[in-house]
Nanobody, 125 residues
Framework: QVQLVESGGGSVQAGGSLRLSCAAY????????MGWFRQAPGKEREGVAA????????YYADSVKGRFTVSQDNTKETVSLQMNSLKPEDTAMYYC??????????????????WGQGTQVTVSS
């Protein structure tokens, strides 16, 4: 079993920054992906960013490219999501997820086996 524990999040004004972290505990593989998803009220959960822990390749949704950065620490057990230039439309519950992902499907929820509990991000205008 793998447990994902998220930290960070909170409330910020538009244009501000927040940093989310996700730590993995348990039996993990260094060749997995770690993804970040978000879900706003009344909307489906969508992929925001992901990183391939085996090589460091990163992936981003068009809506966050140039503003969000996903990174991993040297142990590959903690992944962070740096969010800059936040907009009100970034308001959502953010979830980290981990699993083996087929190439080209990093933004599909069913590719991830383990999920964090979620952390709220609220951006006010």
């Amino acid at each position: 079993q793998v447990q994902l524990v998220e930290s960070g999040g909170g409330s910020v004004q538009a244009g501000g920054s927040l940093r989310l972290s996700c730590a993995a505990y348990g039996y993990t593989y260094s060749t997995e992906y770690m993804g970040w998803f978000r879900q706003a009220p009344g909307k489906e959960r969508e992929g925001v960013a992901a990183i391939y822990l085996g090589g460091g390749s990163t992936y981003y949704a068009d809506s966050v490219k140039g503003r969000f950065t996903v990174s991993q620490d040297n142990t590959k057990e903690t992944v962070s999501l740096q969010m800059n230039s936040l907009k009100p439309e970034d308001t959502a519950m953010y979830y980290c997820a981990r699993g083996n992902v087929w190439s080209g499907t990093w933004d599909q929820r069913n590719q991830y086996r383990y999920w964090g509990q979620g952390t709220q991000v609220t951006v006010s205008s």
